[in-house]
């Protein structure tokens, strides 16, 4: 049976008694209306561990003036039932207020929130940095997953935890999608039934940059292109991004000699949704 968690101090004493023990514990992050791709993580950190913990928490921080934090997605009951499920330990779910009391510290994230989804939500990587740096301190895990389909905001945490000594190993998970190939999301609720089915064209303009790819094609630029022609033809949705960046430095590139990650973001009437592909050039191993 999941126990449900309200208080920084009671999460902090069950996980610092846990870890006394000898427990290993694997934490996954989340902001709730749980899907598969949250379930993936879950059980990878159950499978992993000892001890499995999942945070729900809808970050007030991470939210800019014009986005969704009142509209965003809450379904404690339904998610506490889904981690009931899955054998999940403990479920850490505080209020605002308890993490954020006072007026909190800011921690500013700097050059590697400057470009793809930090440039077009600023202050967005400061608040995911602040509230992750506060629930690994609460809950000392000895592992914490992350998904792929975030891979700018993965980057990020990797970095973070470098900087302040988390001793935390970061697991990148890789993207778990539909059976057609979107990207799970909790987002993909408010599409409409024409715009579902036109989603599916981001997976499938990054699959044909791939075989580009594969093929020798080393020209961010033009792989950039072929992502774009493909959502053209694709769907009706706003490209909103499509970018090519060495990873996980998130810097710009030319020619690909090393890892790169080519990320977009397509809006739809009331959905921005976002994929990616990381390709390796094997070659310069």
């Given at each position: 049976m999941t126990k449900r968690i309200t208080t920084i101090k009671e999460m902090q004493e069950i996980t610092t008694t846990l870890k006394l023990q000898g427990n290993t514990i694997g934490f996954v992050p989340?902001?709730?209306?749980?899907?598969?791709?949250?379930?993936?993580?879950?059980?990878?950190?159950?499978s992993e561990n000892d001890i499995s913990i999942a945070s729900v928490f809808v970050n007030p921080l991470q939210f800019g003036p014009d986005e969704d934090y009142e509209d965003y997605p809450r379904q404690i009951e339904i998610d506490e039932q889904l981690l009931i499920a899955n054998g999940?330990?403990?479920?850490?779910?505080p209020s605002a207020e308890e993490m954020y009391p006072t007026v909190p510290m800011t921690i500013h994230v700097g050059e590697m929130a400057s470009v793809l989804e930090g440039?077009?939500?600023?202050?967005?990587?400061?608040?995911?940095?602040?509230?992750?740096n506060k629930l690994f301190n609460i809950v000392q895990p000895d592992k914490a997953y992350f998904g792929k389909k975030d891979a700018q905001q993965l980057a990020i945490i990797e970095a973070l935890v470098k900087l302040f000594n988390h001793n935390i190993e970061v697991i990148g998970v890789d993207i778990v999608r539909e059976n057609d190939g979107?990207?799970?999301?909790?987002?993909n609720v408010y599409l409409t039934e024409d715009e579902r089915l036109e989603a599916?064209?981001?997976?499938?303009?990054?699959?044909?940059?791939?075989?580009?790819?594969?093929?020798g094609e080393r020209n961010a630029g033009k792989l950039q292109s072929i992502v774009i022609n493909y959502l053209t033809k694709h769907t009706k949705g706003k490209i909103d991004e499509v970018a090519v960046f060495a990873y996980p430095e998130l810097k710009p590139v030319d020619t690909i000699t090393g890892q790169v990650f080519i990320s977009i973001a397509v809006k739809y009437s009331k959905a921005r949704l976002i994929d990616n592909i990381?390709?390796?050039d094997e070659r310069n191993d």
């Open positions: 989340t902001m709730g209306a749980l899907h598969e791709g949250h379930l993936t993580l879950l059980r990878k950190a159950k999940i330990d403990y479920l850490f779910y440039a077009k939500r600023p202050g967005h990587f400061d608040g995911v940095v602040m509230v992750v979107l990207a799970k999301s909790s987002r599916v064209a981001l997976s499938e303009s990054l699959k044909e940059a791939n075989k580009s790819f594969q093929n990381i390709l390796k």
